[in-house]
């Protein structure tokens, strides 16, 4: 079995000028953990981003804005030193405030350096370069353009209908 019997044709694709607030929407609408990040003119796949660059855990610089961000999260609810009264460590950031934050744009937070294989590529390959390479996606790239994308749970999916059979 191949990449192409196995990969999802329907994948979140989003371009680097794109902001992080963007994408995480995205991504949680389509229930899915990563993004391709496409060039804008020619199509072609330049990076992708993952749930964890959007809230700040993976490869995350920290200088950045979403440091801040879970800063500012982590102030609402944990208390400093001072707080004595609980009721006033809770006070709600603005919807303007938590969003501001992640208006940083998709090429700052895009992983460049892409792990990918091709449709023809087996399935047994596939999972050594997820466990080798620790990534948890990967897309499947035709012609320098991503044409799909495989999750660790489709990995596991195919793993348990072999043993069915």
Do not use: W
């Not at 995205?26 to 990076?47: F, M, P, R």
């Not at 993952?50 to 809230?55: M, S, W």
């Not at 009264?85 to 603005?94: A, E, G, I, K, T």
């Amino acid at each position: 079995m191949n990449a192409e019997s196995i990969m999802h044709k329907d994948f979140v694709v989003v371009s680097p000028e794109e902001s992080m607030l963007d994408v995480g929407k995205k991504l949680y609408e389509k229930n899915q953990h990563g993004a391709i990040v496409n060039d804008s003119k020619t199509g072609e796949i330049v990076g992708v981003v993952t749930e964890g660059d959007v809230i700040g855990f993976d490869n995350m610089p920290y200088d950045s804005k979403i440091v801040d961000f879970l800063d500012k999260l982590a102030s609402i609810v944990l208390p400093t030193e001072k707080d004595v009264n609980m009721r006033d460590v809770h006070q709600p950031l603005s919807s303007e405030e938590l969003s501001s934050d992640l208006e940083v744009k998709v090429s700052e937070y895009m992983n460049e350096r892409l792990i990918t294989v091709q449709p023809t590529t087996l399935v047994e390959e596939i999972c050594k370069i997820l466990k080798i390479k620790r990534v948890h996606f990967i897309p499947v790239v035709k012609n320098k353009k991503a044409v799909g994308v495989i999750y660790e749970r489709d990995l596991l999916k195919h793993i348990l209908d072999e043993v069915k059979q």
